[in-house]
């Protein structure tokens, strides 16, 4: 339904128009002012979509009258009415946007015609708003996926520059200077609580949070710049914490790495919250990456952080042999600084606990890592500690065993086969019972490409096939069809893939056709 106003001093000019666009477009809802000022009196009310408005009137004059109503309400279209003496007024008002003007007296055809032209542009824009409503609330529905998504990739893998950018304007989150990840541990069987901790953090401050598997789950973190990065972090913890209520919290805790000045840091950032979490037995439930004191007795540096980034990594890869290597390591280095028995195996307890949590990760549960006795000399200490890490690399085993040979392929052919629609690697994990976390990795490593970009090639391909088989269709419905929200950025990721824009790729295609 299209509503249109008439503007008019003389009732005859009125009822005339209001008759022809009748006959000629008896859908319409027309209503009549006498002059300007009423007319704009009436714009709250009535809320036209069309304003057929009269220049010379008593009182406030027609382009005053438009210059009002704009001002309010500039969906709002007009097709000023005017004699020939009054033209030039008529010319200056379709300079400052009124769509057109019919002269008086003017041929019912003529009127019909000029009226016809805007009608067809407010139902063009309606039909525009309606499709950028629908793709607004598909994008609605997307974005839990897209958070728990760019949460995987950028703590496990790499995200290209062109695919960060769609995500953090999907989310609608300017990064700040500063970003940091808490990695919070749950009790087993923790999964209805993930809701309630994501309603607990939505409230204090702009963040993304992951995926839940198993029981971790890591939340990448936006510093407010009016709070200490710790105020903020121990706000953030006890919120969390506080959803446990006031009973036992045993299995609970938050891990807090700390802040770095780019999201291309952030692994790290999760690197120190996973070990800022190792030792789940502390009486407050969170502790701080800065505040770990055991490796920080043992070697010092920017050299000691990343041997911890790369121990993960050990971990994740299946490297068990360095996994082995390292923890003994600390037991000798710990003999030769003349160090006890008790500190030695703490300082390899939390390297197994360190284990232990990257496995939970991958999907892997194990039963928390503890020596069985205390032990008496250095040989029983590592002895102990070869049995503890043959447990942890026995249940990595049985998983890859269980694993079907053809899990992989059957994650590709499901992304190819779904590539239009906004799939996630939450919603694969689940499908084939694997954490995200370790699809993400498990994908780079054996198809030598990472999700986000594989998703996107089967895209762009999907892309040019429709290019292919209809040289009609729009670069815009190409962009829906295929899973892009935003035109816009579909053409700046083709560019991105393809070197040529999809404008150009398709002159070029059908120039080599021809």
């Known amino acids: 339904m299209i509503k249109v106003l008439i503007v008019d001093d003389e009732q005859i000019e009125r009822d005339g128009l209001q008759a022809i666009l009748h006959k000629g477009y008896p859908e319409l809802v027309i209503r009549q002012a006498q002059n300007g000022r ?3 009196e009436m714009m709250e009310e009535f809320r036209p979509d069309l304003v057929l408005m009269d220049i010379k009137m008593p ?3 027609g382009l005053e009258a438009v210059e009002r109503i704009s001002a309010d309400y500039p969906e709002t279209k007009f097709v000023m ?24 007296p003017s041929k019912a055809s003529e009127i019909i015609d000029t009226v016809g032209r805007v009608l067809n542009q407010i139902e063009a824009e309606r039909l525009l708003e309606e499709e950028r409503r629908q793709q607004q609330d598909k994008l609605l529905k997307a974005l839990p996926l897209a958070e728990t998504d760019v949460v995987t990739q950028l703590l496990f893998d790499h995200v ?14 300017q990064p700040s200077n500063e970003t940091f990840v808490m990695l919070v541990m749950l009790p087993p069987d923790s999964e209805p609580l993930y809701g309630a901790i994501k309603t607990a953090v939505r409230r204090l401050g702009a963040m993304w949070v992951g995926a839940l598997y198993g029981r971790q789950l890591p939340i990448i973190v936006f510093r407010d710049p009016e709070k200490s990065y710790r105020s903020q972090a121990v706000t953030l913890a006890r919120s969390i914490l506080a959803v446990a209520g006031t009973g036992d919290r045993s299995g609970w805790f938050v891990g807090i790495g700390n802040a770095y000045d780019s999201l291309e840091q952030i692994r790290q950032s999760y690197q120190e919250a996973l070990i800022a979490s190792a030792d789940l037995t ?7 990456y800065a505040d770990v004191p055991a490796v920080r007795e043992v070697q010092d540096g920017e050299h000691a952080r990343q041997q911890e980034r790369q121990f993960l990594d050990h971990v994740r890869l299946g490297e068990w042999e360095e996994v082995h290597r390292i923890v003994m390591d600390v037991i000798r280095h710990c003999e030769n600084e003349g160090a006890s028995l008790l500190q030695a195996q703490q300082r390899a307890l939390e390297k197994l606990w360190i284990v232990s949590r990257v496995l939970s990760e991958m999907g892997m549960e194990t039963r928390t890592p503890l020596f069985s006795f205390q032990a008496q000399d250095y040989r029983q200490l590592r002895a102990e500690t070869g049995l503890l890490i043959d447990r942890l690399r026995q249940t990595y085993a049985e998983r890859q065993e269980r694993m079907a ?9 499901y992304i190819m086969d779904h590539s239009h629609e906004n799939i996630s690697l939450e919603m694969i994990g689940k499908m084939v019972d694997l954490s995200p976390f370790y699809i993400s ?17 089967c895209r762009i391909e999907k892309a040019k ?28 990721v083709f560019k991105k893939m393809c070197d040529v824009s999809p404008t150009e790729y398709r002159r070029m295609l059908f120039g080599k056709k021809a």
């Open 38 to 40: 009423i007319a704009v």
């Open 59 to 61: 009182g406030m004059n």
């Open 81 to 104: 009415v005017t004699a020939y003496d009054t033209f030039e007024f008529a010319r200056q008002a379709i300079t400052l946007g009124v769509k057109d003007y019919l002269l008086k």
């Open 160 to 173: 290209h520059e062109v695919h960060l950018d769609e995500l953090v304007g999907l989310l609608d989150i």
């Open 282 to 288: 502390l009486p407050v439930k969170y502790r701080f």
């Open 405 to 413: 040979p053809d899990t992989i392929q059957r994650i590709r052919q």
């Open 441 to 457: 990795k498990m994908f780079k490593d054996q198809l030598g490409v990472n999700y986000i970009d594989f998703l996107t090639e």
């Open 465 to 492: 096939k429709m290019m292919l088989a209809d040289p009609d269709i729009s670069l815009k419905e190409i962009a829906y069809e295929v899973g892009y929200h935003d035109p816009n950025y579909f053409s700046k």
